[in-house]
């Protein structure tokens, strides 16, 4: 089972500020990566697939990158809608199909 | 509208059984891979279980295998997870997912029934 490692656990910003969120691998999975987004009482939300292209609807200050254990996501200038959790998940190997343990962006 | 509608949620006592039935509009479930993902209160997203796109295949993550089941019906296009000898740790938000055929990521997620283990 391949598990992802997440970073840091919370990351506390303002609006307008840039936030940068890690998602370490234990193997490599080349670029099968996706990022979502969870608001709270709401489901996920897939933001990012295939490490850097963006889901339908997604706005372009969320970019993704990195490539076999290590992957970014950058959300460029915070808006307050941005503020949530944020997960990564891997689909080079399954089953299982395997998540992060999420980072918490807050407002600082 | 494209939509996942998840029901049957509820209070079960350890060791007894439920279903959980998820109402697909807008797209046809034989088109998709459809999947469960669960969630702890306050904790990460743990993947349970999927069916292949045709319905010919199941898989399962560790934890619920030899007690859920997975099944669709495409007459009717829903999704369904009977889950048998429930404890305390399947207490969760089950969500119900799609993704395409054979890239696992999910695209569109229903709101998700909470099922609680507790006697």
């Known amino acids: 089972e391949i598990v992802l490692t997440q970073s840091p656990a919370t990351l506390s910003l303002s609006p307008g500020e840039r936030a940068t969120l890690s998602c370490k691998t234990s193997?490599?999975?080349?670029?099968?990566l996706a990022w979502y987004q969870q608001k709270p009482g709401q489901a996920p939300r897939l933001l990012i697939y295939d490490a850097s292209n963006r889901a339908t609807g997604i706005p372009a200050r969320f970019s993704g990158s990195g490539s076999g254990t290590d992957f970014t996501l950058t959300i460029s200038s915070l808006e307050p809608e941005d503020f949530a959790v944020y997960y990564c998940q891997q689909r080079q190997s399954w089953p299982p199909l395997t998540f992060g343990g999420g980072t918490r962006v807050e407002i600082k | 509208q494209v939509q996942l509608v998840e029901s049957g949620g509820g209070v079960v006592q350890p060791g007894r059984s439920l279903r959980l039935s998820c109402a697909a509009s807008g797209f046809t479930v034989s088109a998709y891979a459809l999947h469960w993902v669960r969630q702890p209160a306050g904790k990460g997203l743990e993947w349970a279980a999927v069916?292949?796109?045709?319905?010919?295949?199941?898989y399962y993550a560790d934890s619920v295998k030899g007690r859920f089941t997975v099944s669709r019906d495409t007459s009717t296009n829903t999704l369904s997870l009977e889950m048998n000898s429930l404890t305390a740790e399947d207490t969760a938000i089950y969500y119900c997912?799609?993704?395409?055929?054979?890239?696992?990521?999910?695209?569109?997620w229903g709101r998700g029934t909470l099922v609680t283990v507790s006697s």
């Open positions: 997912a799609r993704s395409p055929p054979t890239d696992w990521y999910l695209d569109l």
């Open positions: 193997q490599s999975i080349s670029r099968y």
């Open positions: 069916i292949w796109y045709d319905g010919t295949k199941g």
